[in-house]
């Protein structure tokens, strides 16, 4: 059974850099083929992917979001833990991980956390 | 590369035949995605590669289409469908791209 579960701060001010932790069980981000992604929704409006990291460290960013974000592993632990520079208010939104996989689902994300939900002000 | 949805929202009666289609700003492969949200639920997985229905998704949601076009249909909404519903696509650089959304209101 795949969970996912995301931590971190619920209120971050304006400039500040957020830390997410993407916190996994039911599979091995070790396994060839296998991802974690982060997408974003704002209140009211679409998900936003914003970074995927695969199983041999591969690391995509959203183009537009590349210059502020940062995805990193721990095996060991069954985290993925993402950085965001430079916050602000437009960045409040409920912040998703979920799992992937470039084989059988192709690149979609088949389990999500519940996400969290993170707003910046000051 | 764009994902645009049309229609943005829509009402629909039980029953009714709903069609939600996805274009893409360029060729893509068949690497389209549907996701079906629940207000205040994280988005679920429907469709993979264009037409492949996750595993315990009803039949009545159906995928299709190539290129730049593709659909996702419901054959007879049920109650439990009003909901909003995304695609998304992986290109080939291993970039993900979600659309606009899908609003499914009842009539």
């Known amino acids: 059974q795949i969970t996912l579960k995301e931590s971190g701060p619920t209120l971050v001010k304006p400039t500040q850099t957020l830390t997410l932790t993407c916190t996994f069980s039911g599979f091995s981000l070790s396994t060839s083929g296998v991802g974690v992604g982060w997408i974003r929704q704002p209140p009211g409006k679409a998900l936003e992917w914003l970074a995927l990291?695969?199983?041999?460290?591969?690391?995509r960013y959203s183009p537009s979001l590349k210059s502020r974000l940062t995805i990193t592993k721990d095996t060991s632990k069954n985290q993925v833990v993402l950085t965001m520079t430079n916050m602000d208010p437009v960045d409040t939104a409920t912040y998703y991980c979920?799992?992937?996989?470039?084989?059988?689902?192709?690149?979609?994300?088949?389990?999500w956390g519940q996400g969290t939900l993170v707003t910046v002000s000051s | 590369i764009q994902l645009t949805q049309s229609p943005s929202s829509l009402s629909a009666s039980v029953g009714d035949r709903v069609t939600i289609t996805c274009r893409a700003s360029q060729g893509i492969s068949s690497y389209l995605a549907w996701y079906q949200q629940k207000p205040g639920k994280a988005p679920k997985l429907l469709i993979y590669?264009?037409?492949t229905l996750q595993s315990g998704v009803p039949s009545r949601f159906s995928g299709s289409g190539s290129g730049t076009d593709f659909t996702l249909t419901i054959s007879s909404l049920q109650p439990e469908d009003f909901a909003t519903y995304y695609c998304?696509?992986?290109?080939?650089?291993?970039?993900?791209?979600f659309g606009g959304g899908t609003k499914v209101e009842i009539k």
């Open positions: 990291i695969y199983w041999n460290d591969d690391k």
């Open positions: 979920a799992h992937s996989s470039l084989i059988g689902i192709v690149g979609s994300l088949d389990y």
């Open positions: 998304q696509q992986l290109n080939s650089y291993l970039l993900l791209t």
């Open positions: 590669a264009a037409s």
